[in-house]
């Protein structure tokens, strides 16, 4: 299995509260990726990096922010989370953009 | 509005059974259409990929069918088992691979064989 490792797993959280998830791996991937699964809609980019503090937009990026200060550490930010972003979030990384190999999840709750 | 759009939703077939799961797409610069399989708790894994130069393409007991003027491809699973339960997930991304392997997916497809 691909060295990623997110954290937390498990996170219940309240409205308007700010939310950090992170994403560590060992692989040195040039690409990390963020990405929420919810029903029906598979999954869809949140945001994306293809190197050190150098981060771009998806296609669901409204309301969440990254940073990636070291190849090893991408994090994804929810400055004021709302219940729209109960989901499930993956983070995936992969080297010379190609397979892309998947984190287990870290599901959030926002009550 | 949603690029990859997949079907059934979910699909229950008997053990030896045939799975067959259907995408469409609407972007032509796509040029990488991948199939991720997911078990519950788990993240996507990547089960078999093709590239549009071939219309058809073999790993096992899985295959992928291309049909590049119809923008559709579709994931065959043959002599189905029940460790084949899963969810699986069509996608499709294009070039530009110094900007990373940016993929769009399917809804996905909840597959259950019944043994």
């Known amino acids: 299995d691909a060295g990623i490792t997110q954290s937390p797993r498990h996170k219940v959280t309240e409205t308007g509260t700010p939310v950090t998830l992170r994403c560590h791996q060992t692989?040195?991937?040039?690409?990390m990726y963020w990405y929420r699964q919810d029903p029906g809609h598979g999954l869809r980019l949140i945001h994306y990096?293809?190197?050190?503090?150098?981060?771009d937009k998806g296609e669901v990026s409204d309301g969440y922010s990254v940073s990636r200060s070291k190849t090893e550490d991408f994090l994804l930010t929810l400055e004021s989370a709302t219940s729209s972003q109960t989901s499930v979030y993956f983070c995936?990384?992969?080297?010379?953009?190609?397979?892309?190999?998947f984190g287990e999840g870290s599901r959030l709750t926002v009550l | 509005q949603q690029q990859v759009k997949q079907s059934p939703q979910s699909l229950i077939v008997q053990k030896g059974g045939i799975s067959i799961i259907n995408c469409a797409y609407e972007?032509?610069?796509?040029?990488?259409f991948p199939w991720y399989q997911q078990f519950p708790g788990k993240g996507p894994a990547l089960l078999i990929a093709i590239r549009p130069d071939v219309s058809e393409k073999k790993e096992g007991r899985f295959t992928i069918s291309f049909n590049k003027s119809a923008k559709q491809f579709s994931l065959h699973i043959m002599d189905s088992q029940p460790g084949d339960s899963a969810t699986y997930f069509c996608?499709?991304?294009?070039?530009?691979?110094?900007?990373?392997?940016?993929?769009?997916f399917g809804g996905g497809t909840r597959v259950l064989v019944k043994p």
């Open positions: 692989e040195n991937h040039r690409y």
């Open positions: 996608a499709a991304s294009r070039g530009n691979k110094a900007a990373g392997n940016k993929l769009t």
């Open positions: 990096s293809y190197g050190v503090k150098d981060t």
């Open positions: 972007n032509t610069a796509f040029d990488y």
């Open positions: 995936a990384i992969s080297e010379r953009g190609g397979e892309l190999f």
